[in-house]
């Protein structure tokens, strides 16, 4: 599986923005997606997950309520919609997937990463 992340750029404290995954390959629909986060001098964070069907997703605490994870497995597609971006947001995003059905929110349980898309909120 191949993952590409995109959408990422400068915005506005209070701005939104909407990252896109694109996935190859046919499994796609099998398989746990998952949003993490990594800022310059900290560890990589868990964002968000969602399963197979996109029935469950989870948030992190930090984002949970500004942020929607969601999936369309007829275009192989992962989305992150982030409103309400704060400064502390600012960090490189990644696309993840978990050749699991159920999500979970441990980077290490992941096994196809993505290249990473810079998102920056300015204050």
């Known amino acids: 599986v191949q993952l590409q992340a995109s959408g990422g750029g400068l915005v506005q404290a209070g701005g939104s923005l909407r990252l896109s995954c694109a996935a190859s390959g046919r499994t796609f629909s099998s398989y746990a997606m998952g949003w993490f986060r990594q800022a310059p001098g900290k560890e990589r964070e868990f964002v968000a997950a969602i399963n197979w069907s996109g029935g469950s997703r989870y948030y992190a605490d930090s984002v949970k309520d500004r942020f929607t994870i969601s999936r369309d497995n007829a275009k192989n597609m992962v989305y992150l919609q982030m409103n309400s971006l704060k400064p502390e947001d600012t960090a490189v995003y990644y696309c993840?997937?978990?050749?699991?059905?159920?999500?979970?929110?441990?980077?290490?349980?992941?096994?196809?990463w993505g290249q990473g898309t810079q998102v920056t909120v300015s204050s």
């Open positions: 993840a997937a978990r050749t699991a059905r159920w999500s979970d929110s441990w980077p290490g349980s992941y096994d196809y």
